[in-house]
């Protein structure tokens, strides 16, 4: 429980880890790692943005060679991206900072160009994404989302056990856990969304069943490295990619159940739960969302906090302002910052001392370039620069 003067810049105990502020790197797909394998860049990238005892979370992380929906996003599925994982965390633990993996599959977001063979994607369904939306391909361009095809109830446990495995080579890279990516239209969320969902057998249908995979991938993630090394990431209320719900509170409140009930079983508790506030997808990467009145997002959020018996992170169209806001009014225990964190590496030394900050650039979010608009972000001063490793 956040007590009542929480600010951005109060210490926080997360589970094991003694955060020094509550300012969280959001996860963020970058597109910089060649061939899914994190460059020297990456461990620059991360870096610039670690604080002594802050909290950063990698972008999607690829759990499996079938998992890509983007061009040059990392794996965590081999020996040598595991083992160029290594060097990004050991720069980030250089500077006393805490890093968590998200683990990723984007299921029927892809493209036949990023899977084996030319194969359809995987997905819960075989609905493609609507033409709404656009694949980004490898050469810049943007396509229309293919059929996916619908994993047989049997391949199911074979793409879980793909998340154990990613989960304990987080471990083995240094990562100081992970958080599963069960948000934004991609795999998990396929099965979580009555919107998406349309299978008959035990993974479709009733609410129960939608939160199996979801459940299973939690409980498989946890046998291998601990509950208190594991995230959740969710998003109940974002449609992204088609991702709708007859029922978004009813859907995260029933994750949350069943999450609450697991670490009751567990007798041990997640490293904390992240919920992606609605308003995200009106401000955020498309502009094609359909946001939610101010009231029913708080009352959404709210629900959701006071649900939850553990950490709660929020994310999605946060200001330093609106952070504060959060806090003080206990609605959230940490905040997690995306696009200000991609233009202000320092960002926790300008919110501190409420500096101006950079504004990010969209166009250079998906590009492979390993300078521009990745690490080249000014900081405030050559001193501020020094002064963010002792904060
Ligand atoms: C370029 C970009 C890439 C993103 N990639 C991911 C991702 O890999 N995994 C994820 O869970 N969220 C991803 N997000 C969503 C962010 O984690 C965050 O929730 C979102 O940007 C809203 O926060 P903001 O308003 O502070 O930017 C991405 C957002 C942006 C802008």
Redesign the pocket.
Known sequence: MAEKSATLFSPYKMGNFNLSHRVVL?????CRALNGIPQPALAEYYQQRSTHAGFL?????LVSNSAAG?PH?PGIYNEEQVEAWKKVVDAVHAKGAIIFC?L?HVGRASHQVYQPGGAPPISSTSKPISNRWRVLLPDGSYGIYPKPRALETYEILDVVEHYRRAASNAIRAGFDGI?I?G??G?LIDQFLKDGINDRTDEYGGSIDNRCKFLLQVVKAVVAAIGAERVGV?I?PAIDHLDATDSDPLGLGLAVIDRLNKLQVELGSKLTYL?V??P??TA???TESGRPGTEEEETHLIRAFRKAYQGTFIC????TRELGMQALAQDEADL????????SNPDLVMRFKINAPLNK?I?KT??TQDPVVGYVDYPFLTKGGKEGLSRL
């Open positions: 959001a996860p963020m797909t970058r979370i990698t972008e999607g992380t983007f996003v998200q990723w958080e990516h948000a934004h991609y990431r998003s992240h992606t506030q308003r995200y401000y955020g990467q994310s999605g169209g946060f905040i997690s910052y995306g696009r200000l964190f991609i990010y969209r979010f998906y």
